[in-house]
Every structure is written in C-alpha cells, then in structure tokens.
C-alpha cells in the first residue's frame, strides 16, 4: 500500500463517525475527493458523491458507508456518571473495560467503561452478561453539575481511535467497518480515474447511516440512479479458533477480497469481477449469501426499477469490536480489483440476468 493511502486510511480511522454524526469523516472525504473528482456534493441525509465523467451513458456507483457503530448519552446521574443508548449492533461485553471518547461541543472527552470488581461479583452477576443499561460512563466527574458543564443529552461515544499496525501488513483498529470498504471505493475510484479517460460516469459514495438500517445507500443510490453498483463492506474472517466454517464459510485474512454470489448480486456483475480478478492475477475468495445481505448491496440492487449489483468485502476478525483487525493487502487489491472492473465498462452492457 503506498505510503499517501496508507495515511488517508489512518487518518480515515482516527476520525469519529457513530451513525448521524459522520460531518467529520464526510469533511476529510469531500477534502480527498476534491482533488480527484469533476464534481463533489454532500446530500440532505449525509452522503457524500464524487463524480468522474458524470454524462457517459453507463452510470456506474462505488458505495462504502462511512459510519460507525457507536454510543448516544442518555442520562447523567446525581454522581455524575453517563447512561448510554447504543448506536448500531453492539456486544455489551465488548464495552466493558474500555476506554472511550465523547465527542462533546467543545471537544474530545476520555471516559471509561467499566463494571464492580470481579472480587465484588456474587456468584450470580459473575453468570449474567451486562446490559447496555448496566453499563455507565465514568468521565471523572464528581457530580451532575460538572459533568454536564462539558456533556450534553446526545453526545455521541466512541472506543477510543486508534491505528494499530500488526505482524503480517495486517493492522487493529475501531471501525474497520467500515472505513476500510470506504477507503477502497475511493481509492478504486482514485486508480480508475487516473488510468486515463473512463468508458462509464463513475461516482463513488461515501453513504451514511448503514450500521442502523443501510439508510444512506439508499437515498445516494436513488439520487445516483446508476445502471450498475458495487458496495465494498467488510465480511467475516472465518480463520481464527471457535467459528464454524461449515455454517460461516472459509475466509482468510490475506487472501484477497471476497466476492459474494447469491439473490442479492447480479451475475453478470459477478462474472466481471471474477474475470478482472483471474486477468489481472489478483486473489479473490468466494463467499455465499441466500439472502439479502445486511450491508448497502441490499438497497443499492432494489433501487428505483433494479440495480445491477455487486458486493466485495474485506476479510474482517472480530467485527463491532475495539480491535477488528483485516489484512492491508486484501484492500489494497479490492481496489485494484474495482478499478479494473470499472475500466471494463466498455460499450452497451445488458445487465438483464
Ligand atoms: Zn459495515
């Protein structure tokens, strides 16, 4: 991964995005994209659209959600300590223990999740898994006044961001999903355009809101009105102890994008993407869905009259937690492979399955 894009996907990480509140990352999105786009737009609902060649017939969109699971204050008790609503699909278990930022008006504020001591735990708590509403913020505060003289009813939370590299070009960090997916449209987009004139209008989205119900795909994807879309999701790595390849399939880290087949893609956009990969050399695994899956691919194909759809998706362990960790190789070759199969788009396709 070169240097520059390594960089934009670090500094895509460490910038806070819970669902509804992704003005930050959309700011360092329409910044990146300024300097590679014709056209640059934010829509009422969040989403931001880059645009290449925005005329040409073939109307081709690029989607990865630029939003993260995250935490909204609830309530500030007498102590001063924080109540939260979860934002997204949470495991409780992976908040405690964690040290977490509110992003409040006037800035970052470090808090910390935890729960009573393990020696304090009777026999019964040490059974039971914590609820949301078990758990609190502990800002430091010594009582409501001052904790609400910096936090606000609706301040967004998140783990703490940060960037760990690991052994193998592999790296840790919150949000994995889905900023890497994000980063590949738009360095798809980015080697695509720079790889002389395009046979398709290409836009590529960076969508909201995806983690509380694949929201901004759906608004971008209709005002887009593209003959054809891929959305660029992370998907599970099934290579690490407990997980059941039988029932979630056989994906590793490192050994390229994932390409999925099923009701939710268009077999025509299937076969292209196997063919750029199988041309241009690049690894690609196969993974299967029998419905429709819970990522913008869903929204994006049953888009006004159809949409000819396609899902790729970065290898990811331990989704929706502090430390998802993927291999930078495998998107850097999902970019690869997207550009490739945008430069294909070549003549009047019929997408009709
Ligand atoms: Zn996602």
């Not at 880059?50 to 990865?64: D, H, Y």
């Not at 430091?140 to 052994?167: I, Y």
């Not at 054809?228 to 050994?255: F, N, Q, R, W, Y």
């Not at 929706?320 to 550009?339: M, Y």
């Amino acid at each position: 991964m070169e240097a520059t894009a390594r960089d934009f996907l670090v500094r895509l990480l460490e910038t806070p995005s819970p669902s509804g509140y992704e003005q930050p990352i959309q700011r360092l999105v329409r910044d990146y994209l300024s300097g590679v786009a014709d056209t640059v737009t934010t829509d009422s609902h969040g989403n931001v659209i880059g645009a290449k060649n925005p005329t040409a017939a073939t109307r081709m969109l690029l989607a990865g959600h630029c939003d993260q699971i995250g935490l909204i204050v609830q309530y500030i008790d007498s102590d001063g300590y924080i109540s939260v609503q979860p934002i997204g699909g949470w495991d409780p278990m992976q908040l405690v223990g964690s040290r977490v930022t509110i992003w409040t008006a006037t800035g970052p504020l470090p808090g910390v999740i935890a729960r009573k001591p393990i020696h304090l735990l009777t026999d019964e708590e040490r059974k039971i898994v914590p609820k949301m509403k078990d758990l609190w913020i502990d800002i430091g505060s010594s009582d409501k006044a001052d904790a609400e003289s910096v936090v606000r009813v609706g301040d967004s939370v998140t783990f703490e961001l940060k960037f760990q590299p690991l052994r193998g070009n592999r790296a840790c960090s919150v949000a994995m999903d889905d900023k890497i997916g994000l980063w590949v449209v738009l360095e798809a987009f980015r080697r695509a355009a720079a790889a002389g004139p395009l046979p398709c209008a290409l836009f590529v989205a960076s969508t909201v809101q995806e983690e509380i119900g694949l929201r901004g795909a759906q608004t971008s994807s209709y005002g887009v009105d593209p003959h054809v879309a891929i959305a660029v999701d992370v998907t599970h790595a099934t290579d690490c102890p407990t997980i059941d390849k039988k029932s979630e399939g056989d994906i590793g880290l490192g050994k390229g994008p994932v390409v999925y087949r099923g009701p939710n893609m268009n077999p025509h956009v299937v076969h292209r993407l196997l063919e750029v990969g199988k041309n241009q050399s690049i690894p690609v695994q196969l993974a299967a869905s029998g419905r429709a899956t819970p990522t913008d691919a869903n929204v994006l194909q049953t888009t006004r009259a159809g949409v000819a759809t396609g899902l790729v998706s970065v290898p990811n362990r331990y989704m929706h937690s502090a430390v998802e960790t993927i291999s930078l190789d495998d998107a850097d070759r999902a970019a690869d492979l997207l550009a490739g199969f945008v430069r294909g788009l070549e003549g009047g396709i019929d997408w009709a399955p």
